[in-house]
């Protein structure tokens, strides 16, 4: 926010110091650098004489936790911070034509002109881009003697959360991660439980009861056996059927305890195996439903393996660990604790040396999973790049035979598929040499205590059945230390697949439909852009205050150089993407106002991209209406001059295509997609290089297929090709993500501007290739 | 088949004279012509940064090529590199402090330029980018671009930190 309370006290005592008077200031803006592009807290300020520029050396006279950071908290609080004037510069309004930035790199600058003549005045990181252009409209308001509280509205608001100080992590999504939700990946994931609450609290009462009986085996099958049944002097003084009645009772009692576990593990397994499945389908459908809904902008960032990857693998890695490792760690981990009570029991000496012993085996394979995650995270990024390469490879066949690169190809996918080879030796050797020599210090630590056991049996302190349980139960130790330590390796998997899955869910659209949104009664097609600014990556504009004016009924051609922002027209029309300011209006109507299926019925796209679904001719053509009739879909084959060629084909319209499908001319697609948007029936028609890739046969008869879908329709046309809008009653020239140049066709050409200077090169161009006269 | 005569509009170094305007630009003297304020650009930016550097007026129409900025005399030599140094600034990371996830930002606390920062980035299989073995460019959700230039030679604790995020 460009206010004047953005000046520190500290700041505002140094500009009194000097003789200003900072009561009239009217706004402020903060930057990091000075003209130099040395960081230095700068201030620029504006009152109704003058523009003041101030640099400070700020010195912490009592930092929070030893580190100031900058970027965290919102405005540093005075007390705080002792500033020390470095420079200070007053320049008189009159001797200010006009202030603006300009953009570099990952910096901008704040600009002054006057009399035609510029000067750089500070540098500052591109983030402050947003304020430092606030800053400017504000400054040419006070010039220009406009109402400076109106412009001040349209400023950017604070990036900082009001309540905690933390700066949002999006400006435009004001969600304060301290202040709101806290939940951890891990709790996330739990919530995809919680409709199974009822089955889950069954389970882990099994698992509860199962490590129960394991536990109590040992007591019986060896303590009660040695102590109370086989011991020599029981032996000697109880005659021998009752002797073999106790036996019995005993491996009764061990069996009982088996079948009875056995039992409990089958039920439990048996729940889980059915209710987990569904917990995935949850999780698969949520992602799949976040990708439907995010914007085209999300997809042309994302390589395609890593997403297909996100969907199948990592949901898949989730339902093994809960499948597999869910259970085993609830049961080793009762089982873990069961024992360590028993043991207590049993002996609190050899028990509290055994404690003593478990941290240092818990630590070192506690530190050993941390090491082998960061391997496993490695693996995962190099096979995911391999996944990549091969889906480059598959999609861009073509041209990579049309180039002969086959060998180098090959070449490419053997590095990479190279280094997950040496990547997975280095894992399992590293793996298969640290974990034995780890097992073996196990080994020598269970050795000596069940020594020392022995020396308390000579001292008739303990029991020979006491001591052979406790041997067992030292045993029954290592598995779960062993899993507890390992499966957190595995739960790491675990997580990180589940947090790239949440990346998905939680990227919130670029579009979104506001809450009650307008339906028009009838859409008529009447266009009108203002103002228009958009860009694709931050500080990087495409579109730049744009207007355009398109009533309905009308064909306007947008021509232009490749880059130009002819495309981002189009998208910004269909709202695929929502502007940066500025507004589109569609009869009257902002489209971010409108309900996004409203919109997106009546508009049609027509591209040079084709994409056929899988399916039938049929089930493409009536793509937008699923319930069109086969008249309806025929008669829209025919008015796109697809009919003839569907029919020549052997299953005509029964014809698959799609992946895996019948291959189908560039020139046979598009018609089919123009069939597609003559069903969809829209008002609004964006043409897209519709014909750019045709040859001149195939385009007329495409030119043809349009001309009729165009009647009635506004069509915003964009080509190449001028003779491609011959028809167009507007043309308007684009260029660097402007309009230079608007009108009817001859008048464009008597004017001789822009418009006139494209269709002369052209005209050469095709002389140049015998076509033209 | 080797096209010869490939003109790509070099620019010769002999006839060129950089120097500062009086308001603070770069200026170019180049034979009779007098261009005010000239911008440069590199078009190898991370692997050759002193090759091929395209030198443009202020409407952006390309005046012509640099082969080299060593085929120029030291002190215009110094004057580019000055120039460049700004316009291609970008803050570099020495140090990865701590990096917390929440709510699917990734706000990292770094040491950037001898200054510790904490800043935010979402979208991390975008905004972060290994370019190579040693490159690694972080893009905040301002658009703030940052630096690693050798990823190996950072300390170790800050490359276990950043390692599971790069992609």
Known sequence: ???????????????????????????????????????????????????????????????????????????????????????????????????????????????????????????????????????????????????????????????????????????????????????????????????????????????????????????????????????????????????????????????????????????????????????????????????????????????????????????????????????????????LIGVVVAMFIMSWQLTLITIVLIPIVVVSFMVLDKFFRRMHHRNWVLRAKLSSVVSDNINGQRIIKAFSKEEEEATRFGEISGQVMRQQIHFDSTAYTVYPLLYLFVYAVTTMIIALGGVMVVQGKLSLGTLLTFSIYINMLHRPLDFLSWVSNWWARCVDAAQRIFEIIDTESDVIERENPVILPAVNGNIEISELEFEYEPARPVIKKLDLKVEAGQMLGI???????????????????????????????????????????????????????????????????????????????????????????????ETRVGAGGQGLSGGERQRLSIARTIIQNPKILILDEATASMDTETERNIQNALSRLQKGRTTIAIAHRLSTLRDADVLAVIEDGKVVEFGAYLELMRKKGEYFKLYQIQARALKYVGIGD | MQNTNLDIGLLDPSVLTFYINPRGFLALKKGEEDFKRVKLTRALPLTDPDAYIAVSDMSGKEIGILKSLLDLPEEQQKLLQNELSKTYYCPTITQVRSIREKLGYFYFDAKVDEVHRTFAVKDISRSIKQMDDSTVFIADVDGNRYIIRDFAAIHPASRRKLEPYLY
């Open chain 1, 559 to 653: 021509v232009g150089k490749t880059g130009a922002g002819k495309t981002t027209i189009a998208n910004l029309i269909a709202r695929l993407y929502d502007p940066k300011a500025g507004s589109i209006q569609i009869d009257g109507v902002d489209v971010r106002d409108l309900s996004l299926s409203q919109l997106r019925e009546n508009i049609g796209l027509v591209s040079q991209e084709i994409y056929l679904f899988m399916g039938t001719i049929a089930d493409n053509i009536r793509y937008a209406k699923p319930e069109a009739t086969m008249d309806e879909v025929i008669a829209a084959a025919k008015a796109a001059s697809a009919h003839d060629f569907i029919m020549r084909l052997p299953d005509g319209y």
């Open chain 1, 1 to 335: 926010m460009n206010d004047k309370t953005l000046l520190p006290s500290g700041v505002l005592a140094l500009m009194e110091a000097q003789g200003i008077d900072t009561s009239e200031l009217l706004f402020a803006v903060a930057g990091d650098m000075d003209e130099q592009m040395n960081y230095i807290s700068a201030f620029a300020a504006v009152d109704r004489k003058g523009l003041y520029l101030v640099t400070c050396h700020e010195e912490m006279l009592r930092a929070k936790s030893g580190v100031y950071s900058r970027f965290k908290k919102g405005v540093p609080k005075s007390p705080e911070i002792q500033y020390t004037l470095a420079s200070l510069r007053a320049i008189p309004l009159e001797e200010i034509d006009k202030l603006k930035t300009e953009r570099y790199l990952s910096s901008g600058r704040l600009i002054l002109e006057y009399k035609e003549e510029q000067e750089g005045l500070f540098y500052f990181s591109i983030g402050k881009m947003a304020a430092f252009e606030d800053f400017i409209k504000g400054f040419s308001a006070v010039k220009e003697g406009k109402d400076l509280e109106q412009v001040k509205k349209s400023f950017h608001e604070s990036p900082f959360c009001p309540a905690c100080g933390t700066r949002y992590p999006d400006s435009k999504r004001r969600v304060c991660p301290k202040c709101i939700d806290k939940r951890s990946t891990a709790k996330r994931l739990f919530a995809f439980f919680g409709g199974y609450k009822g089955k889950v609290a069954f389970i882990i009462g099994a698992m509860l009861f199962g490590s129960l009986l394991s536990m109590l085996a040992p007591q019986i099958s060896t303590r009660v056996l040695y102590d109370e049944v086989l011991a020599p002097a029981i032996v000697e003084s109880t005659p021998t059927v009752k002797l073999l009645a106790s036996l019995g009772y005993v491996v009764l009692a061990i069996l009982g305890m088996r079948i009875l576990n056995l039992v409990f593990n089958i039920v439990y397994q048996y729940i889980l195996g059915g209710f987990l499945p569904w917990v995935i389908y949850d999780i698969k459908v949520k992602i799949f439903d976040a990708m439907q809904r995010l914007s085209v902008g999300f997809y042309t960032s994302k390589q395609t393996g890593s997403l297909m990857g996100r969907v199948n693998e990592d949901s898949d890695r989730i339902y093994w660990f809960f499948i597999d490792g869910f259970p085993y760690t609830i049961t080793n981990l009762l089982t």
